[in-house]
């Protein structure tokens, strides 16, 4: 099953998207992917084909200011949780998805969250991997050290941070291959750099973490937390907490696994989520 890259421009911004459709008549509905910090659209290269494989059709964007998407300057997008949630809900609306399943992983995997909250009438079920989920999530320093005064600026135009963060959340070396994907926006140009730079200083992540945490406690769709133990950012006892408030959660350990699951453990993944987006609680 091949996976197709796209771009839709909407209002100003264009977005990048990585898609596989099924082939054939399906009556499952469309899942939504959406990537954390420094990351893009193309972790989720192995988890696309096998959705579509089995009749799902799945959608990957790359976030405004990410990967292969638009990258405005912060006079044009603020790159705040709210301005990433009005773009997403133009994403969503250009493509004409009346309802879908939603995955998200990683920092700016909560404000895909944000948006279910505040759209739930368009969320069928929701996946969550390794995404801030609690008011005990914190900013870790590996990320908030990004953002610090010139400093910052400094260590976002270093396409190897990309290498590092990557493969320091995981864990795991990445192959070369895959690196040369996530590096290719930052060698290409400095708003790429800009763009994450803009981004963790505007994570608003206290605020975030209340609306979420309070908000899913009355959500009623069905929810898969998937979670590697081994993240060295965000703890299994964030996880916790959401699954102990939340009702119809259904929660899955994943051991030796990081911050990345997607990356080296897609197959494990699978396992769960293609029999759970199936799955429609109407």
Do not use: C
């Amino acid at each position: 099953m091949s996976v197709t890259e796209h771009k839709i421009k909407v209002d100003s911004l264009e977005w990048f998207y990585r898609e596989a459709a099924p082939i054939g008549q399906s009556d499952l509905l469309p899942v939504v992917l959406l990537h954390g910090l420094v990351s893009q659209s193309y972790s989720w290269r192995d988890i696309i084909p096998a959705l579509a494989s089995q009749g799902t059709r799945a959608i990957a964007p790359d976030w405004i200011g990410y990967g292969f998407s638009a990258m405005p300057e912060k006079r044009d997008f603020a790159y705040t949780p709210e301005a990433f949630i009005t773009a997403l809900e133009g994403f969503i609306t250009a493509l004409e998805l009346e309802k879908f399943s939603l995955v998200v992983q990683g920092f700016l995997g909560s404000v895909g969250l944000q948006y279910a909250l505040r759209h739930p009438e368009k969320i069928a079920n929701i996946a969550i991997l390794n995404t801030p989920i609690s008011t005990t999530a914190k900013v870790p320093w590996k990320i908030k050290q990004m953002g610090l005064p010139l400093a910052g600026e400094m260590m976002t135009q270093d396409p190897l941070l990309v290498d590092r963060t990557l493969e320091g959340g995981s864990r795991y070396r990445i192959e070369d291959k895959d690196l040369d994907v996530y590096r290719r926006p930052f060698l290409k140009t400095s708003a790429a750099g800009r763009g994450l730079l803009s981004s963790i200083r505007n994570l608003q992540l206290p605020q975030a973490m209340t609306e979420i945490e309070t908000g899913f406690q009355q959500w009623q769709q069905p929810i898969l937390v998937q979670w590697g133990m081994i993240d060295p950012w965000l703890s299994v006892d964030i996880a916790q907490k959401f699954v102990d408030l939340a009702p119809n959660v259904e929660f899955i350990k994943l051991n030796n696994v990081g911050h990345y699951p997607q990356e080296h453990y897609h197959k494990t993944i699978l396992d769960d989520l293609l029999p759970f987006v199936r799955r429609i609680d109407n």
